[in-house]
C-alpha cells in the first residue's frame, strides 16, 4: 500500500472512529435507565431483599410454572432463607445460540431443602427479545432474577431443551455466604439505582465475576474474553480449581449436564432429582 492510499485510509479510519465516539457520547447523556417501563410479566417485579440478623426476606421472590417456554403462569411469593443453614453453592452454564452463546446463573442450596437461584439478565420490556448487538447501544436494563430452580433452571432444562451444566463449587461456606450476601445487597441496588445491561461489560457473567471477585483467593481475571462467550465460563472455573470435580474438564462437562435427567424429573422434586450422582 502507497503511502498515499494509507494515510488516506487513517484519516477516514479516525473520521469513524470520532463519528462513533461521538454518537455513542449522546446516546449515553440522552439515554437514562429506568425502572419505570411497561416489563414483561415475567420481570415486572424487582426483587427486595430484608435483611435480620441470619434470616433474609425476599419480596418479589419469583417461582413461574411453565407449560412451554412462552406459555407461563407467572407468580411471585415472600420467602425467607435462614444463612445458617447455607451449605452449598451452584455454578449454571446454559450454551445457546452460536459463537460461545450462554447464559450463566449460580444458586445456593441450604440444608433445610430450600435452593435460591440468582440470574443476572436483561430486563425485558412487553414484547422485547435478547439481541447481543443490542445490548452494545444502552438497550436493556439489568435485573438480578431471584428464583427457585423450578422456575430458572427448568425453564431451560425442561422447555427451552437446552444443555445445562450444573456444577458443585468448592469454596467454604464462609465466602458462599459473603458473594450471596453481596449479591443480594446489589439486587436491592438495583431496585434503586437502574443500570443498563451491556453485551461486553455488564452481563451474566460480568456480574458473577464482579461478586466472587471480592471474596475470592484465586486470581479471578477482572475481564476475560470468555465473559462475552460465557459457553466457556466453566473453563475458567475449572482452571482455578472452583469446580468441585477431579475429572477431565470434556468429562466434567458431560457428568454435570443436567438436561437429560431433568426430562424425568417433577418439580416437586427437581432440584433433588436433577442433583442425583453429581457429587
Excluded at 445445562?164 to 441496588?189: C, F, G, Q, T, W
Excluded at 472452583?242 to 422434586?269: H, M
Amino acid at each position: 500500500m502507497s503511502r498515499k492510499y494509507f494515510l488516506f485510509f487513517l484519516k477516514y479510519a479516525l473520521f469513524v472512529v470520532i463519528i462513533f465516539s461521538l454518537l455513542y457520547f449522546l446516546l449515553v447523556v440522552l439515554i437514562k435507565p429506568s425502572n419505570e417501563r411497561e416489563w414483561s410479566e415475567d420481570q415486572k417485579f424487582l426483587p427486595e431483599v430484608i435483611f435480620e440478623g441470619d434470616k433474609i426476606i425476599i419480596k418479589n421472590f419469583r417461582d413461574n410454572i411453565y407449560k412451554s417456554t412462552n406459555n407461563y403462569k407467572a407468580q411471585y411469593k415472600t420467602e425467607t432463607f435462614d444463612l445458617k443453614k447455607l451449605e452449598s453453592a451452584w455454578l449454571a452454564v446454559e450454551p445457546f445460540g452460536k459463537f460461545g452463546a450462554a447464559h450463566t446463573l449460580l444458586s445456593f442450596g441450604f440444608s433445610d431443602g430450600k435452593f435460591l437461584a440468582i440470574s443476572a439478565e436483561i430486563r425485558k420490556e412487553k414484547y422485547e427479545e435478547f439481541s447481543a448487538f443490542k445490548g452494545l447501544f444502552r438497550q436493556y436494563e439489568l435485573m438480578y432474577v431471584l428464583a427457585t430452580e423450578e422456575d430458572v433452571l427448568m425453564l431451560r432444562t425442561n422447555y427451552r431443551k437446552d444443555i445445562v451444566r450444573l456444577y458443585p463449587i468448592k469454596a467454604d461456606k464462609e465466602k458462599i455466604k459473603a458473594v450471596l450476601v453481596s449479591m443480594l445487597e446489589y439486587a436491592n441496588h438495583l431496585k434503586e439505582h437502574p443500570q443498563f445491561y451491556n453485551t461486553v461489560t455488564n452481563n451474566c457473567a460480568t456480574n458473577i465475576v464482579k461478586h466472587v471477585r471480592k471474596f475470592s483467593s484465586k486470581d479471578i481475571p477482572v475481564w476475560d474474553i470468555r465473559y462475552l462467550m460465557p459457553e466457556y465460563f466453566d473453563e475458567i472455573a475449572y482452571n482455578l480449581g472452583v469446580i468441585d470435580t477431579k475429572l477431565p474438564l470434556d468429562k466434567a462437562r458431560e457428568k454435570f449436564n443436567i438436561t437429560p435427567k431433568a426430562q424425568n424429573c417433577s418439580r416437586e422434586d427437581f432440584s433433588f432429582c436433577v442433583r442425583d450422582g453429581l457429587r
